[in-house]
């Protein structure tokens, strides 16, 4: 069976993102998730009491975490701590094509400094030839980790949205983003958890 690029969600939280994407995740269709990739990157890894919110609404975070080889496809995809901390991990997971470049893996990788958080991941989904086929979401948290990779997003007409930082647990990186994108004007919306789900379902349909 022939290899096709999915379309591709790439949800961006850290404090307060478990809570922002299960909020946007219960009004995805679940038929439609087979259309494409959704790939969830957090900076923090799950508490307890996050990972039972997910079970009890039927997502299994464990069966759905990268692992080194696999294939970006067309299913929930986890990767938490995408920032090395001190030293304590000593590995990652990048998006990369394989040898033939047919198809796109998860590699695993010595950690660098240029590999960690959302703006290497973004940059890389963007080397491998993403463009309008993108849709980048950025939830609760803090910082401004993703900011630079407007102007590329701007260029490639990839889609932009904004959790509404009135709905955010922490509303720091949301707020930054909004500036970032009115300043570099890039094209963006702002809207509540509910919302982006639906905007989700246009975007896999």
């Known amino acids: 069976m022939s290899y096709s690029r999915p379309k591709l969600v790439m949800a961006l939280g850290s404090s307060g993102g478990y809570r922002a994407f299960l909020d946007i995740m219960q009004s995805v269709d679940p038929e439609l998730k087979r259309n494409g990739a959704i790939y969830f990157l957090e900076h923090v890894g799950p508490s307890d009491e996050e990972r039972d919110l997910y079970k009890e609404a039927g997502i299994d975070m464990d069966d759905?975490?990268?692992?080194?080889?696999?294939?970006?496809?067309?299913?929930?995809?986890?990767?938490?701590?995408?920032?090395?901390?001190?030293?304590?991990?000593?590995?990652?997971?990048?998006?990369?094509?394989?040898?033939?470049?047919?198809?796109?893996?998860?590699?695993?990788?010595?950690?660098?400094?240029?590999?960690?958080?959302?703006?290497?991941?973004?940059r890389n989904a963007f080397d491998a030839g993403y463009a309008d086929d993108i849709m980048l979401i950025f939830m609760s948290g803090m910082g401004d980790d993703g900011l630079n990779a407007f102007d590329y997003a701007k260029e490639r007409k990839s889609k932009i949205l904004i959790q509404e930082p009135e709905t955010a647990i922490i509303e720091e990186s949301p707020m930054i983003m909004m500036r970032g994108a009115i300043y570099s004007k890039t094209p963006h919306l702002v809207l509540e958890p509910g919302e982006i789900g639906n905007r989700i379902n246009n975007f896999m349909f």
């Open 64 to 122: 759905s975490l990268v692992d080194d080889g696999r294939v970006l496809d067309s299913r929930l995809h986890f990767q938490p701590h995408v920032y090395e901390v001190r030293g304590q991990r000593d590995y990652v997971h990048v998006i990369a094509p394989d040898s033939k470049n047919t198809k796109l893996l998860f590699r695993q990788v010595k950690p660098d400094k240029r590999m960690l958080g959302f703006s290497y991941n973004i």
